[in-house]
């Protein structure tokens, strides 16, 4: 009797972590929280997850174009932040300076990878707190690190 081949499995986390550690999870959550808030906003999702090609290290979570009354529209680099507590900090609070120095070295080759027409250029961050049992509470900060 054949049998369906087994479903392809999540890469690791760059760290090692094998695809059903609890972070990675909750990360994931809060991505798609985010990604369905900005589309909720008339945002479009270009990508998530994008990684460049050799040469540049790092990740950006959503990639997004926030149209603009004016025509042409605001790529917008997201960075999600999701926690499951405040006690280390709210979860924007984990994007600090190096951080934010990977994500702008990464917005060039970001913006080649996906050349729609656009008016400028951000960097945003989306944070998330997943409650239990409680809708997740959501941020958006514009324009960090201007």
């Given at each position: 009797m054949p049998t369906a081949p087994p479903a392809a499995q999540p890469a690791p986390l760059a760290n090692g972590a094998p695809p059903t550690d609890p972070r990675r999870l909750i990360g994931q959550r809060g991505e798609a929280i985010a990604a369905r808030y900005l589309s909720d906003q008339g945002w479009h999702i270009l990508d998530r997850n994008w990684r460049p090609g050799p040469g540049l290290r790092g990740?950006?979570?959503?990639?997004?174009?926030?149209?603009?009354?004016?025509?042409?529209?605001?790529?917008?680099?997201?960075?999600?932040?999701?926690?499951?507590?405040?006690?280390?900090?709210?979860?924007?609070?984990?994007?600090?300076?190096?951080?934010?120095?990977?994500?702008?070295?990464?917005?060039?080759?970001c913006a080649a990878a996906h050349p729609v027409p656009h008016a400028g250029m951000r960097l945003d961050?989306?944070?998330?707190?997943?409650?239990?049992?409680?809708?997740?509470?959501?941020?958006?900060?514009?324009?960090?690190?201007?």
């Open positions: 990740e950006v979570d959503i990639v997004a174009l926030q149209p603009q009354p004016a025509g042409r529209g605001i790529l917008v680099i997201v960075e999600v932040k999701t926690r499951t507590s405040t006690v280390a900090g709210p979860p924007a609070a984990a994007v600090g300076p190096l951080k934010l120095l990977r994500l702008r070295s990464l917005a060039g080759a961050v989306v944070s998330v707190q997943l409650r239990a049992g409680l809708p997740a509470l959501l941020r958006h900060h514009r324009g960090v690190g201007d």
